[in-house]
């Protein structure tokens, strides 16, 4: 790993995050193979907004995923959108929104955390739980 690298979190840690910070429905997203046949697990933390993680096989298949996240994210935007896309070490990130909605692809290494059309007053909410998962 070098000094641009990050740690990624695991799907426990994912879990146990958000059992401790919101008001916590979990889903296990069935069917994997068939819809992601590069992910080993998935999850969804679905309260007011989606927040998805995914622990794919290994970087390429999550390079992968997180390309094919950005075109599906992309589809839900017209022209009147802000984007923003950097990609550093093991990770890459791609946010885009406008004025009612706001949608985030963020890998670390075999994982990716996506966030689908999460309406704009929660936007800071998301950004903070984002931030402090180091997504």
Known sequence: MSSLDKEPINSKEFNDYFETNIEFEKYYIDLINETYSSVNEAHNVDKKYSIYYFDCKNVIAAKYEFGKLVSEVNKNYDKNTVKTSKSIGNTERYAIGDSETYSVVSRIGTTIIHTS???????EEVKG???????
Not at 129 to 135: H, I, P, Q, V, W
Request: net charge neutral; aromatic share 22%.
């Open 117 to 123: 059309t999460v309406p704009k007053k929660y936007q």
């Open 129 to 135: 739980y984002l931030d402090e998962l180091g997504y």
